[in-house]
């Protein structure tokens, strides 16, 4: 069955530290997306790619990137962690705009 | 550019009927809803495009009103399933970008 998936599910790191969230999908969707979740705010967009080699910045997106050099994964890069990107992180893909977006089951991320 | 939703919280006894609304400031392409159980990710209920379609599935049923840039979702005969975060989120027109609503928490009690 095709799915989404993420990697890690939890980490731990510190202060000024790159870190790499990992997403995969097996749906060969072209769109990607990658939201933070936070008490108070829902979800909010980082990024987005709408097929190969293209990305785009989603509403908060300082302090992250990503590539996208194939149509299954969307790797997400936090450039210098800091604790304010303390959050849980959803990867989502969709056939397009019109589709719904299928989510990842999530990576709880802690910067100390 | 986020939606507003309201209300921001609603407990329900089972049998009895919700209403969550989703309100934009502006023109909205399509609207989707979803909802989170605790601890989980977000799973799709429906997707409203421009035109000012009703969609149903079962007990849960949505509008959408374009001229408004409002959409609401309606629970009917509410089961303890039902029981989540409800979020909407809207493709405005311009700039392609995602947004979702703060959300609506919902719990349902026998």
């Known amino acids: 069955d095709a799915e989404i998936t993420q990697s890690p599910r939890h980490k731990i790191t510190e202060t000024g530290r790159q870190v790499t969230l990992a997403c995969h999908q097996t749906w060969n969707h072209n769109n990607m997306f990658w939201y933070r979740q936070d008490l108070g705010h829902g979800l909010r967009l980082i990024h987005y790619?709408?097929?190969?080699?293209?990305?785009n910045k989603g509403e908060v997106s300082d302090g992250y990137s990503v590539s996208r050099s194939n149509t299954e994964d969307l790797p997400l890069t936090l450039e210098s962690a800091a604790s304010s990107q303390t959050s849980v992180y959803f990867c989502?893909?969709?056939?397009?705009?019109?589709?719904?977006?299928?989510f990842g089951p999530g990576t709880r991320l802690t910067v100390l | 550019q986020q939606p507003v939703q309201s209300p921001q919280a609603v407990i329900l006894r089972e049998g009895e009927d919700a209403v969550i609304n989703c309100s934009s400031s502006?023109?909205?392409?399509?609207v989707h809803w979803y909802r989170q159980k605790h601890g989980e990710a977000p799973v799709f209920l429906m997707i409203l495009l421009k035109g000012g379609e009703q969609k149903g599935h079962e007990k849960i049923s949505a509008s959408f009103n374009e001229k408004k840039q409002q959409s609401s979702l309606y629970l009917t005969a509410s089961q303890l399933s039902y029981s989540g975060t409800y979020f909407c989120g809207t493709e405005i027109f311009t700039g392609n970008q995602f947004y979702f609503g703060t959300g609506t928490s919902l719990t349902v009690i026998p």
């Open positions: 989502a893909s969709s056939e397009s705009r019109y589709n719904e977006q299928f």
């Open positions: 790619s709408y097929g190969v080699q293209d990305t």
């Open positions: 502006k023109a909205l392409y399509s």
